[in-house]
C-alpha cells in the first residue's frame, strides 16, 4: 500500500497547521477563561458572522422572548459582532440594575448621529447624571405631581373631549386627536408651547415624528451592522429621519431664540426657563456653559418632547383600544368616575386613589402593550458578573419587559385583558405586583414616570366620564403591533357616544 507523504512545503498543510494552532490558542484562552467562571450565559443557535439576528423578524422581541422560554431567565446571543445579555425576569432585572457598570448605553450608530452625545438616553458620564438630575429636579419644581401640571393636563384633557364631541358620533382613529393632545402637556411642560388641533402643519410634524419612531429601534440593520449606511436606500430612509429631527432641533433651537430676549422678566415656568437660568449661571461662573450649552438644551428638550409624547400616546391608543373591545370593563370604570368624580367637575389626579379599578385598567394596558418591549439597551461599562455568569465589557444587555410581562408561569392568561390582577382580592386595593416594571428600575429607570401616569390617568378618565366608547369590529380587530422605538397599535376606528 502506498503512503502519502505530504510535502513539508505544501501551503495548504501550512495553511492547514496555522487554523490548527490559532484554534489550540483559542481553546486554551477559553479554557482558562471558563476555569475563571468566565462563562457567558447560554445562547440559542447562532449563525457565523450573523449571529441570531436572522431569526429576529419584524418583531425582534417575539424572537427573544420564544427563547427565553427555552433558556430561561438569562441568555446570550450575538447580534452581527455584538454580543447581547438577554434578561427575562423581574428579579434577574432588579439585581443587574442595582450593579452601576450595566448603567451604560450601547454605542448605536443611529442614536450617535442623532443625539450626538447630547440629552440623556445616549449620554454619558457627567452629561448624563446631571441632565438628568436636572430633569427630575425641574419637573418637581414645575409641579409634575401637583396642580399646576394637572391643569395643564386638565385643559388638554376637556380640548381632546370637545375634538371628539364634534365629530357627533361618527367613527374616528384616535391617533391626530390624542397626539395633538399629549404632544401638547409635554411641550407645555417643555417650551410653554400647545398644538392647534385644527392647523395642518401640526399633523404634518407629528406625521414625521412617527416616521422617525417607525424607523428607528436597537435592533435596526444600522445599529448592528452600521457599514450598511452606504447601501443607498438604507442610507436615503435615514436621511429623511435626519431631517425631520432637524426640522424638530429647528423649532426648539427658536424657542430659546425668543425665550432668551425676556428671560430677565420672567418666573420660571417651565423646562426652558429653568435650563436657560441654569446656562446663564455656568456663563457667569466660567465665561461660557459647560454643561447647560445651546446644543444641550436642544438635544434634551427634543428628546423629552419626542420620547415623552411617544410613549404617552402609544399607551392611550392601547387603552382605548382594549377598553373599547371591553364593554364590561369600560362600565367598572365609569362607575367608579361617576362615584368618586361625578358630571359635574373634571377628574383630578388625587381621585386616582379612590378609583382602584380605573387605575388597575390603566396598569393591565401597559402590561399587555408594553410598548417599550426591550426598554432602552443597556451596556456592560466593564467586565462584570450576573448569576454566575459572565458579562464582558461593551455586551449590550436588553431587558426583555415583553416577556416579563407576558410570562405565562407569572401571568395567567397573559394574553387576557384582566384588570383584577392588579387588585386585592376584594377588589378595592390596587395592587403592584413585582412583575410590573412598565418605567423600569435603578439608574436609568425613566424620569418622566410621574408625568406619564397623571397624563394617562386624567385624560384616559375624562374622555371615559363623557363618552362610551366603542371598537369597530371588536372581535376582529387587529391587536398586533407596529414596531419601532416603541409599540404602536395598528390603525382601529372608535364611535365615542356620549353619555349624558
Ligand atoms: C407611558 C409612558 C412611558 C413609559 C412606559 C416609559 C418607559 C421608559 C423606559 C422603559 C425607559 C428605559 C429605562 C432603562 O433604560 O432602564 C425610559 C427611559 C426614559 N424616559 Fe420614559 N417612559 C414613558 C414616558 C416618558 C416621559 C413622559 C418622558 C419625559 C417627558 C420620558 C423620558 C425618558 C427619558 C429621558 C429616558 C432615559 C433615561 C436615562 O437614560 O437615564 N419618558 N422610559
Redesign the pocket.
Known sequence: MAVIVPDVWNPTLIYFLVVFALYAVWTKWTASSSSKNRKLPPSPFQFPLLGSLPFLGSLPHEAFSRWAKKLGKIYSCRLGGKTVIVLNDADMIREA?AQPVLSGRPHMYTAEVTAKGHG??FASDDT?SIH?RF?FKTFRALGVGQGKIEELIQEEAEKMAGSIASLNGEKFCNNNIIRTSVGSV?AGVLFGERFDFDDPSTHAFFDKMNAVFRFFGPCGVLNIFPVLRFIPAIAANFKKVIEALEGAAKFIDSIIKDRDDCLDTRTVSDYTDAFLNARNKEKELYGKPKLFTDQQYVGAAR??FL??YD??TS?LRWAFLHIGKNAEAQAKIQQEVDEVVGSGRLPNYADAKAMPFTSAAIYET?RLAS??PL??P?RAIQDTELSGYFIPKDAWVF?N?WYVHHDESKWQDADAFRPERFLSADGKELVLPNDFI???I?K?????ET??KMA?FLIFTTILQRFKLTVENPEGVDMSPVNGITLDTKEYLLTAVPRN
Open positions: 440594575l440623556i438616553s448624563w438628568r430633569a409635554i428628546e423629552l420620547t415623552g410613549t404617552t399607551t401597559q410598548i417599550a426598554s432602552i443597556h431587558t419587559m412598565p418605567y423600569s435603578g436609568r429607570s425613566c424620569p418622566g408625568l406619564a394617562l
